[in-house]
Nanobody, 117 residues
Framework: QVQLVESGGGLVQAGGSLRLSCAAS????????MGWYRQAPGKQRELVATITGSLSTTNYANSVKGRFTISRDNANNTVYLQMNSLKPEDTAVYYCRVSTSQAIGYWGQGTQVTVSS
């Protein structure tokens, strides 16, 4: 079982920055991949960024490349999403997701990010 605690969402003006954090606690499972997804009102949940493996290989949605940076603190099983140059279209609920070595996925509770124009 893995518990996820997200933080860092909020309201920001266009062009501003926010940093999301997601701390994963697990008593038995090894976390292999961590990532962020988002869901805007009336839209499907979509991938934002992932970081995977011992080499911390990253992957980004085209819409956030060059503006968002995902990073990971392996010692504390925490993943971060630094979001710069935010746009109103980035407004969504952002969800943390982790996968374990048993190929089980877990979702965080979500954190609201609102970007005003």
């Amino acid at each position: 079982q893995v518990q996820l605690v997200e933080s860092g969402g909020g309201l920001v003006q266009a062009g501003g920055s926010l940093r999301l954090s997601c701390a994963a606690s697990s008593s038995k499972s090894t976390i292999t991949a961590m990532g962020w997804y988002r869901q805007a009102p009336g839209k499907q949940r979509e991938l934002v960024a992932t970081i995977t493996g011992s080499l911390s290989t990253t992957n980004y949605a085209n819409s956030v490349k060059g503006r968002f940076t995902i990073s990971r603190d392996n010692a504390n099983n925490t993943v971060y999403l630094q979001m710069n140059s935010l746009k109103p279209e980035d407004t969504a609920v952002y969800y943390c997701r982790v996968s374990t070595s048993q190929a089980i996925g877990y979702w965080g509770q979500g954190t609201q990010v609102t970007v005003s124009s």
